[in-house]
């Protein structure tokens, strides 16, 4: 095959190389997600990053069966890179975890792999932070994990976002109210999801069913806002399943209030992405300056069915690298300096083990190995942002340079200073 | 409430998307028609607008930088961004059409085993013939392409038709509708969350000044 010559060193589309400041940013956003994770009493799962492609293109995975990267292994099985963690998590409880005692609360940090186009947020590889609760089929479960990632986007440091909650039940119901082809189905789900009211209209002017029926798809792509929205779909409600779906939410509402996270939620009837997947509640968070979700999340139920006994399970995936986005949009970013001190090297024990105490207390302290003189030194610390020099005055005494000023000093008051600057 | 910020399509929509929008309550005839400026304020403050290129109407929007636009159907369905459309709107009406040398024997279009097809709409042409077994090679031009089966570049063309008239007159006919369209209003998904109450007030005003256009045009 006759192949463009690439660039040295260039890099496929949809990947990314991070470092200085944005790697740390990104590492620091991880460990706040693992933290309130962890105090929620969710524990961490690590699956392979690759699999069989059969295991996560089975039935449960065929949303992301047309975008996974898949290989051969040297037997000439076909292995694919994991598209999500909710597949191997449903996987893992499945076949090893089905006797044990539950609820399981899991949460994962990893990198995911999809084959799409690098576009509107996309990436090829990209970070999922996500949890998932099995085994409790309850709206309680459901409020629960809605909390944690209210709570979770709050620690990152997010405070203007919102949460759209719906609930596939009341679009399923109105399908089978209506008994339609699956072709016709499958518009009717397009012109929801893109709330087209022409699409509608269009659909409507084709359906010969009665007025409640009909006024039922007249109101459905308006079913958004605040709870009274429930009312409506309540009155309009057509069946049992909808009417539960109604009740459902009603119940997952009631639990955000008493969390008293209701004012980052939306409910929205609407939303009916991934229906083939979604068994109960659905829903999507959004902030400022990113145009699409950083965070979604639902009620899957029947997955874990595919990989050993059924298991009720509800959990959201977070995209890490939108996530910092928003952050970005809505902070004014601060350049944190990338080091606390530079020490000169200047060979003497006693200056050395200055520098191992400033370390054991927790600053970030490193040792100018280039050798550099005392003027060059100063020029490089101003460049890079270093707040503060330390040189050598003898074995064990340092003149500490900063902006401010200069002073010289030995272990006890060394001691004393580091301590100020990790406060 | 939030302010909302409309991309507008440059070309052919533009006139009628500030005529609709001023009869709406949202003027911006004046700062557009008067001033090179590409941020233009309305009168009330609510709502800001930015003029774009129409192929890239549904990108502002889908990224957000936009948080509604007005575009018509054919560059919707072309370049297929995920954006809502809330509403279509009673202007821009005309069609996408495949279009050939008035001296074309008349065979169909099914028959041709890989007609050269100049456009600047390749995803719905492609789809079009593919849809009959055909095969297309596409000629992408971002203009002129009615010129293209005269000059000997294409077999044949599809193109947006209004009344068919540059098509006549350039010894052109139409062969086949691939669709109708019109203009419409898109809307990000994140700001449909975001700013609910401002993009649902405005979708309101809007929805209401169609069905009075509407009912102007009947009586």
């Known amino acids: 095959m006759n192949r463009k010559r690439l660039a040295p060193g260039e890099l496929p589309p949809g990947v990314a190389d991070l470092f200085f400041h944005a790697a740390e940013q990104k590492l620091a956003l991880e460990a706040t997600l693992r933290d309130r994770f962890t105090r929620w009493g969710y524990r961490p799962v690590i699956p392979p990053t690759f699999e069989y492609a059969e295991t996560l293109a ?161 109101v459905l792509p308006m079913l958004a806002g605040d709870p009274e929205v429930l009312d409506e779909a309540q009155r309009i409600a057509l069946n049992q399943e909808m009417a539960a779906a109604v009740a459902n939410l009603r119940q997952v509402w009631e639990r955000l209030r008493q969390y008293d996270v209701t004012d980052h939620i939306v409910l929205d009837l609407a939303q009916v992405r991934g229906m083939a997947y979604y068994t109960g509640i659905l829903f999507e968070a959004f902030a400022p300056g990113v145009g699409f979700p950083l965070a979604s999340g639902g009620r899957y139920d029947g997955l874990i069915g595919h990989f050993g006994p059924d298991q009720p399970a509800v959990g959201f995936a977070l995209t890490v690298d939108r996530l910092l986005t928003a952050l970005d949009h809505q902070a004014a970013a601060e350049t944190a300096p990338p080091i606390d001190v530079i020490f000169q090297d200047c060979g003497h024990m006693e200056c050395l083990s200055l520098v191992r105490r400033a370390r054991s207390l927790g600053a970030r302290a490193a040792l100018d190995v280039l050798g550099r003189s005392v003027d060059d030194l100063m020029a490089y610390a101003r460049e890079q942002g270093i707040p503060r020099v330390a040189l050598c005055e003898g074995p064990g005494r340092v003149r500490l340079v900063t902006e401010a000023g200069s002073r010289v000093m030995e272990a006890a008051a060394w001691e004393e200073e580091v301590r100020t600057w990790i406060g | 409430m939030d302010r909302l910020r409309i991309a507008l399509p440059k070309g052919r929509l533009l006139s009628a998307s500030l005529d609709f929008l001023a009869r709406a309550g949202y003027d911006f005839r004046e700062g557009v028609q008067h001033t090179r400026r590409l941020l233009v304020s309305d009168g009330t403050g609510r709502l800001e607008a930015v003029l774009v290129k129409p192929k890239d109407i549904p990108v502002f929007v889908e990224y957000g930088a936009a948080d509604l636009g007005i575009v018509g159907t054919d560059v919707l369905r072309e370049v297929e961004r995920d954006v809502y459309e809330p509403l279509l709107l009673p202007f821009g009406y005309c069609r996408l059409s495949v279009a050939a040398p008035a001296d074309r024997p008349d065979t169909p279009l099914r028959l041709e085993p890989s007609p050269r097809v100049a456009t600047s709409y390749p995803n719905l042409t492609h789809r079009f013939f593919q849809e009959r077994g055909v095969s297309p090679e596409i000629i992408l031009l971002s203009g002129s392409v009615e010129l293209s089966p005269l000059v000997g570049l294409a077999d044949l063309l599809v193109d947006m038709v209004e009344t068919g008239r540059t098509l006549r007159e350039n010894g052109l006919v139409e062969l086949r509708t691939i669709m109708h369209s019109q203009a419409a209003l898109i809307a990000n998904r994140a700001a449909y969350a975001l700013k609910k109450e401002a993009i649902t007030a405005l979708i309101e005003d809007l929805r209401r000044t169609v069905a009075e256009m509407r009912s102007a045009d009947d009586a």
Not at chain 1, 69 to 96: C, E, H, N, Q, S
Not at chain 1, 105 to 127: D, L, Q, S
Not at chain 1, 191 to 212: C, H, K, T
């Open chain 1, 58 to 218: 089975s039935e449960a995975g065929v949303r992301l069966a047309e975008e996974m990267y898949r290989f051969f292994d040297r037997d000439g099985r076909a292995l694919a890179l994991r598209p999500d963690l909710t597949i191997p998590t449903a996987r893992i409880v499945g076949v090893k975890l089905f006797d044990q005692p539950l609820p399981l609360r899991f949460y994962y940090i990893g990198n995911v792999f999809r084959y799409e186009e690098p576009r509107a947020g996309k990436r090829r590889e990209f970070t999922q932070a996500g949890v998932e609760l099995i085994g409790a089929p309850e709206a309680s479960a459901d409020a629960e994990v809605i909390a944690l990632l209210v709570d979770a986007l709050q620690a990152a440091g997010l405070t203007d976002f919102r949460i759209t909650l719906g609930q596939i039940g009341f679009f399923r119901g109105l399908l089978a109210a209506l008994s339609l082809s699956a072709e016709a189905a499958e518009r009717l789900r397009v012109a929801v999801d893109r709330r087209s009211q022409a699409e509608m209209e269009a659909i409507l002017a084709d359906f010969d069913g009665d007025d409640q029926t009909r006024e039922a798809i007249a």
